[in-house]
């Protein structure tokens, strides 16, 4: 489905009309750009480059550290913009806002890192070795956490010295441009972090055709990261893919099952489902499965589902038609083959003030035979099945067996059983008895089809840097 198709008879070549997902109602509208939009944003931020590049990174930082300021100041404002636009509830859309600012201040933390090294060698005389902005950079960013994806890509660009043109998802501009417009105000220069509003196959597609970037990095689906790849694989520019993912999470038979059941809600459905590290799987010990079950269906039973700027609202609706269509077409399928057991939800909820938007209830499903599409595609949605395991191999050979590589947790109170199952969990991030939560202080990327380059963490301005190795003989 083309991303045009999301707000079909919303949407004109000219602007981009984002719509409330729980509602339907109009949240705003911005122009629509496209190849020249793209060609223009990164000529601008090519301008704006050399000042920029020239200033001392803590001077960068600072102005990072200026935004949070600001940003924070207007927290409630900008969280019910962010539940407006991508449907979240207020108190998600709270915590991803500062969620973003607390990335602000981290690389505002960081910024006095950036160094070069200098090695004194005899014959050879002085060497040193600079560390120098790539130069532009852009950033594609998804619909699903729009503005901490947003920072955890722009920060470590500006620290480093880059300008940035960033294309965020077309159904979630709002938020992005307006902390962008707050970071502008917090003392960035214009110029150097552009945001082009636009769909993926226009602007999205030509911000990765771009030759001259000096670093992309691509936030979305492994299906689009593949385009994404193909096309710097015609400019040689750099990139770091952050893509789907399957999330297991495994149970043990030790675990705490209260503790592991409401990880495993939390896991899956914060955002709705629609987090790339969601628990997708959850991988139950065979021994205490029927107990387990029954506490997170308990859980899952209770979440209330409606529009996520009302009180009390557990979980928002999904963000597009797409998506929440995508959801019951599997479920659905999958349902009514009598491949598995419904434990919980399975359908859209019933009631008038649920007609708008794009609800789906939080569903359970059980007994599902190894090839289900629920459990070998990502199920970006409120879908959580359950698989009964006989022993930690086992559990550790079901989480591996899908394509996808980029979280997992266990859950247990032996220290060997955790340890084991990290140093065999094929994924880019383990948990032990949690899931789901991400410092910036961590590198964060998957593995297999869930991508490649990490983001965050000590090596977060590797990306934004070239290395300038100087010989000097007196
Ligand atoms: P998506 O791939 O449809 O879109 C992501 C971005 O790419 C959007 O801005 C879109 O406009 C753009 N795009 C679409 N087609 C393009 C093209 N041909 N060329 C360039 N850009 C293009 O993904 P989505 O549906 O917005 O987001 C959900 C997906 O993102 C899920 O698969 C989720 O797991 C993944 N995700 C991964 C991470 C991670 O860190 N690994 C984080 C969040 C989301």
New binding site residues.
């Given amino acids: 489905m083309r991303?045009e198709d999301m707000h079909a008879g919303d949407s004109s070549a000219e602007t981009i009309r984002v719509l409330n997902p729980a509602t339907g109602d109009l949240v705003g509208e911005v122009p629509a750009g496209g190849t020249a939009a793209v060609a223009a944003a990164v000529d601008a931020a090519e301008t704006a480059l050399a000042g920029w590049a020239k200033r001392d990174p803590r001077q960068r930082g600072k102005i990072l550290g200026e935004g949070a300021r600001i940003i924070r100041t207007q927290t409630d404002a900008l969280a019910a913009l962010l539940t407006a636009e991508q449907g979240k509830p207020l108190h998600e859309a709270r915590n991803e806002i500062l969620g973003c600012a607390n990335v602000l201040e981290y690389y505002h933390s960081v910024s006095g890192s950036i160094r070069g090294e200098c090695m004194p060698l005899s014959s050879y005389g002085l060497a040193y070795v600079l560390k120098e902005p790539v130069g532009v950079c852009g950033a594609?960013?998804?619909?699903?956490?729009p503005v901490l994806?947003f920072a955890w890509k722009v920060c470590p660009a500006l620290v480093a010295g880059n300008s940035i043109v960033v294309?965020?998802?077309?159904s979630t501009p709002l938020t992005t441009l307006r902390i962008a417009g707050m970071m502008e105000a917090a003392g960035l220069p214009q110029g150097v972090l552009q945001v082009v509003a636009g769909?993926?196959?226009t602007a999205?597609?030509a911000?990765?055709a771009t030759p001259s970037l000096g670093h992309l990095s691509?936030?979305?689906?492994?299906?689009?990261g593949v385009?994404?790849s193909r096309?710097v694989g015609h400019t040689g520019v750099p990139v770091t893919l952050?893509?789907?993912?399957s999330d297991a999470m495994i149970v043990c038979r030790d675990a705490d099952l209260h503790a592991a059941a409401a990880g495993a809600v939390a896991g899956r459905f914060y955002n709705c489902g629609q987090t790339?590290t969601a628990v997708k799987r959850v991988i139950v010990d065979a021994s205490v499965k029927e107990e387990f079950t029954r506490v997170l269906c308990e859980k899952t039973a209770g979440i209330v589902v409606g529009d996520g700027s009302r009180k009390g609202v557990g979980m928002g609706p999904l963000n597009n038609a797409p998506a929440r269509d995508g959801i019951c077409r599997m479920t659905d399928a999958c349902l009514s083959g009598s491949e598995g057991t419904l434990l919980c939800g399975g359908g859209v909820p019933d009631g008038a003030h649920y007609e708008k938007g794009f609800f789906y209830e939080p569903t359970v499903v059980a007994d599902l035979p190894d090839d289900s599409e629920l459990l070998n595609t990502?199920v970006?949605g409120p879908v959580l099945p359950v698989i009964s395991a006989d022993s930690l191999d086992d559990a550790i050979r079901i989480a591996n067996s899908t394509r996808y590589g980029?979280g997992a947790s266990v859950w247990t109170r032996d220290i060997k059983t955790a340890m084991t199952a990290s140093s065999q969990l094929d994924a880019g991030v383990v948990w032990v008895n949690q899931h789901l939560r991400l410092p910036p202080d961590v590198p964060?990327?998957?593995m297999k089809a869930?991508?490649t380059g990490r983001e965050n963490g000590s090596g977060a301005f590797e990306p934004y840097l070239r290395s300038k190795t100087v010989l000097v003989k007196a």
């Fill in positions: 991303e594609i960013i998804p619909w699903n956490m994806i294309k965020p998802a077309s769909s993926g196959e999205g597609a911000l990765a691509f936030t979305g689906d492994t299906k689009t385009a994404v096309a952050e893509l789907g993912g790339c990502e970006f980029l964060f990327g998957g869930s991508g």
